[in-house]
């Protein structure tokens, strides 16, 4: 009897979309923002984009053929958890440090609870938080001089600007991305290219960049400034740090974002929220990675309870009201 | 430090889980649904703020009065068997509702590890018997939250196919690790400012 | 109560394999977790339970016929805290700095599932010289439990293992993860090293897992 019913967990309602086409999409997405960060930091940010990417291929193969799972690194999963780490990784660490990154991502974060699907953080994310634990100095001192391809081992520019509010950057330097960084947070410009692409492809839901951003701008706008409310230059706030990059390509990640409209719209600005806490009031210069993680971890909960109305709520609502004559 | 920071320190900086690791073995044992969950967090947030407060009166009035502070390991795991047993017999008599929701996993709280580990936490962090309540609740409050947390995660792990190497603890564990990765960036919160 | 004749090197080799508390019972998690930051600490941890379970195991059972059912537990508890008490005085005067390391978790001891379940499943029901191999069996498994994940953190986590004066090796050769040593760390080590055991050993142990879904 049992063989009978079949239990799958949502969607099940498909479209023509297949998860390469859609990682495909992102990975196109993503190129304008990886040519930026060869361009502003140097060939050796190729070098780490392709560690990245071949160690988390290498690793879902080897991970799914030692333990006789079927091989899916065609479907491009693993090639976007690579670029995506590669991208939030200051320019000079130490190549190991993208490769274990992302081995962890692939192994610890996503194969070992099923694969693609499964997983309840992006994994991207837990590796970069992963290294980010492991040796702090060089995710937090590696960083190299835009366009003079130096070594610059100091504060960001936003751990500055949370300190006093300002920053010394002009609009267009945020906007091309001319400032100290990880790889692809910086050029501004190419990743709301990558963002809009997606959004128009229908491959990402726009609430969660919108809120995430809105709540960190209106935040930054009213806490950012330390000579009083409402003085914040939500600007600098938006375009510094990985907020961009984090709230349209990491937070908007499927299996890690809740399903309905409404819950997305919420962990956009729960994201914004925990970022902003940690911006101006915790002990790291940035957020975004916490952020999105905490995130992932509640949006069960917010699947759970906000349920959207189900089909045929509408025409429910109609019956009811003829029923009782229009009153009450 | 203020009742807020206390709050604060103990759901989120210092989170009972994922942070000062009191409390696992229940932790682990009861989180396979939110309903178990939110049961079980219900008895706990009970159990450690009032055991936190009688534990901390018990710590000035009796042992700091006599000098038998080198007791305090056998008396506090008294004191809190004693008043679990008080509260089981108490809520079967009195509150059947309440009894039927939490009270299967009172037995369970005197093990908890993080119903001493609060007591002792409160003793080592000099605080008043206000403060020591405070503190137990907050605790509970951050245990709780860990562990709706993870019942949410759970619940999605029903439908899916986890070879039997991986099954029960060891995934737990390892998806635990991960939520502690993500609580990391609330290390430091608000400091100075407490 | 006339209970069969049970071998008393078997009673104490068990904690090793079959009734391994760390990877077979997964009892006694939380000073698990907490201790493993160094080999040191595990090995003083695993002493301290070693003495406690077994002073536990061969009282309860020494009165296990004069234990009413009704009220064991809170006796239990007794006795389990009186050795739990001298272990504290103890090491408060003579390893005052691994006293200040482990903190609560000295006293936790007395709440550790591993002696309430020994006592429960074990000491209650068998006689003297079994529960005094079970006691000093778990307890030594414990302590190499505790030794090899404090092995484990402690190596990768700073690059050397420091045991009193000596430190091997003199300089670490990679560069430590920092994380090693925090909870995250000690979660996933924990989690993989059970994995591990349950894809080597698992067949031989008693593998009891009271968290998976009913």
Known sequence: MEDRLLVTPAPHITSSKTVRGIMLDVVVSLVPASIAAVVIFGVRSLLIILASVVSAVAAEAIYQKLFKKPLTINDMSATVTGLLLALTLPPNVPIWIPIIGSVFAIVIAKQIFGGLGTNFVNPALAGRAFVLAAWPLHMTHDWVTPLGYDALTGATPLAAFNGTGKTALTLRDLLLGLRAGSLGETCIIALLAGGIYLIARDVIDWRIPVGYLGTLALGTWIFGSPNGFFMGDWISGLLLGGAVLGSFFMATDYVTSPVTRRGRLCMGIGAGVVTLLIRLWGSYPEGVTYAILFMNLVTPLIDKYIVPKYYGYAHDVQARKAATGGAK | MSVIGIIISGVLINNFIFMQYLGICPFIGVSQTLETALGMSGAVIFVMTIASAVTAAFEQFVLAQLGLEYLRTIAYILVIAAFVQLVEIFMKKALPGLYKALGIYLPLITTNCAVLGVTMLNVRHSYSILMSTVNGFAGALGWSLAIIIFAGIRERWQLMDIPPALEGFPLALISTGLMSLAFLGFSGLFKGLL | ?214
């Not at chain 3, 005067?93 to 903190?103: Q, R």
């Not at chain 3, 670490?172 to 090293?193: C, R």
Request: hydrophobic share 55%; aromatic share 12%; with cysteine.
């Open chain 3, 1 to 214: 109560m006339s209970e069969p004749r049970r071998s008393l090197g078997f009673d104490f080799i068990k904690g090793f394999i079959q009734e391994n508390p760390t990877f077979a019972l997964a009892i006694g998690m939380c000073p698990t977790l907490a201790v493993t930051t160094s080999v040191e600490n595990g090995f003083w941890m695993g002493m301290a339970v070693v003495f406690v379970l077994t002073f536990s195991n061969v009282f309860v059972s020494l009165l296990r016929r004069f234990i009413p059912d009704a009220i064991r537990i809170p006796i239990f508890v007794i006795l389990i805290a009186t050795p739990v008490v001298i272990v504290e005085l103890v090491m408060k005067a003579y390893l005052p700095a691994i006293y200040e390391v482990m903190g609560i978790f000295v006293p936790l001891i007395v709440v550790n599932c591993i002696i309430i379940a020994r006592a429960e499943a074990f000491a209650y029901r068998y006689p003297v010289m079994n529960s005094l191999m079970d006691g000093l069996g778990i307890g030594a498994a414990y302590t190499v439990n505790l030794m090899v994940i404090g092995g484990i953190r402690e190596f990768l986590g700073t690059g050397q293992i420091a045991l009193g004066s000596i430190v091997f090796p003199s300089a670490p050769f990679f560069e430590p993860a920092a994380v090693m040593l925090t909870p995250p760390g000690g979660f996933i080590t924990l989690g993989l090293l059970m994995v591990l055991f349950r894809v080597t050993l698992g067949s031989k142990a008693k593998v009891e897992d009271h968290s998976k879904t009913s």
